[in-house]
């Protein structure tokens, strides 16, 4: 079984083409969902976050706006959460390969692939999600809560779109429509599969 990682910045569109992989056949675990499986109503991790960081836990898991501002801006504080997460994200991921482990080949979404110490460890190749910088700005900036400064700030945390494209193995442009979008996704998929002769 060959393991692929995608990842893509904010608003590249990675959630659709994740969404497209799994419509296709293609086992896909989804870190940033395993986290919120983790933090939500009764997830494992609560007690650990709430000792952590009291006051931002309760019946419907974490308070993400309560924990993002402990965390956010806060290096120190970041790290004690990650410290918190990540062996329980590895450890259902873990779990996940163990479970797919005949199959050809899986992907792993890992948003912070490159961000992150050793996320590439053990991985075929790399897929990056990516879009024009016009589309990106516009799609994260529709969303909720968002502002122009906290956009600009989540940017900087991340690796810049275009060496996440130069250090990629195969490029998924989203700035289109969603039928091309969809008619990548399907190339790579059959691309994938004859790599690993089935």
């Known amino acids: ?97 163990q479970r797919h482990r005949s199959r050809p080949f899986v992907i792993l979404d890992i948003p912070l692939l490159f961000e992150g110490k050793g996320q590439r460890r053990g991985l075929a190749g790399i897929i990056v999600v990516s879009a024009p910088a016009w589309k990106q700005r516009r799609r994260v900036l529709a969303r909720p809560g968002m502002s122009a400064k906290k956009f600009r700030q989540i940017v900087h945390l991340q690796t810049a779109d275009a060496e996440k494209r130069a250090r990629a193995d195969y490029i998924i442009q989203t700035g289109t429509t969603f039928a091309a979008t969809r008619a990548q996704v399907r ?12």
Not at 25 to 34: S, Y
Not at 187 to 198: D, F, N, P, W
């Open 1 to 97: 079984m060959k393991v692929y990682g995608l990842t893509g910045s904010i608003g590249m569109g990675k959630s659709a083409v994740a969404a497209m992989f799994r419509k296709a056949g293609v086992p896909l675990f989804d870190a940033d969902a395993e986290v919120h499986r983790l933090q939500g109503p009764g997830g494992a991790l609560l007690p650990a976050i709430e000792a952590r960081f009291p006051g931002t836990t309760g019946p419907k898991g974490v308070d993400r706006a309560k924990l993002g501002a402990a965390v956010f801006g806060h290096p120190g504080e970041r790290r004690a959460l990650e410290a918190i997460v990540h062996p329980a994200v590895r450890e259902s991921r873990r779990r996940f390969l």
């Open 187 to 198: 190339r790579l998929v059959a691309c994938l599969g004859r790599k690993t002769g089935r």
